[in-house]
């Protein structure tokens, strides 16, 4: 089992930057994989970010390709998503995931754990 609380949502302009957290229980955080999706309002949860349990390797979204890094510090059982060049459709409840198996999957029904969200918002 493991625990994700996510941090670092807020309101920014476009072409702001944000930082999103997330934290997470347990003493086997290193070896899962991690992962960003996000879900904007009336739309589908989809996938932004993923990264291996070393973070050795990562996976993006064309959309957020070049604006957007993921990374992890399994000392502080915490993965990151730097957000920048941030536009107004990247406007969305950002949700943490975790599961055991390979990093390289967009599909959010293959993710095991979620954590409960944090919204960016992004205005013109």
């Known amino acids: 089992q493991v625990q994700l609380v996510e941090s670092g949502g807020g309101s920014v302009q476009a072409g702001g930057s944000l930082r999103l957290s997330c934290a997470a229980s347990?003493?086997?955080?290193?070896?899962?994989?991690m992962g960003w999706f996000r879900q904007a309002l009336g739309k589908e949860r989809e996938f932004v970010s993923t990264i291996s349990w070393n973070g050795g390797r990562t996976y993006y979204a064309d959309s957020v390709k070049g604006r957007f890094t993921i990374s992890r510090d399994n000392a502080k059982n915490t993965v990151y998503l730097q957000m920048n060049s941030l536009k107004p459709e990247d406007t969305a409840v950002y949700y943490c995931?975790?599961?055991?198996?390979?990093?390289?999957?967009?599909?959010?029904?293959?993710?095991?754990?979620w954590g409960q969200g944090t919204q960016v918002t992004v205005s013109s």
């Open positions: 995931a975790a599961r055991s198996g390979s990093y390289y999957t967009r599909e959010f029904s293959e993710w095991h754990y």
């Open positions: 347990g003493r086997t955080f290193s070896s899962y994989s």
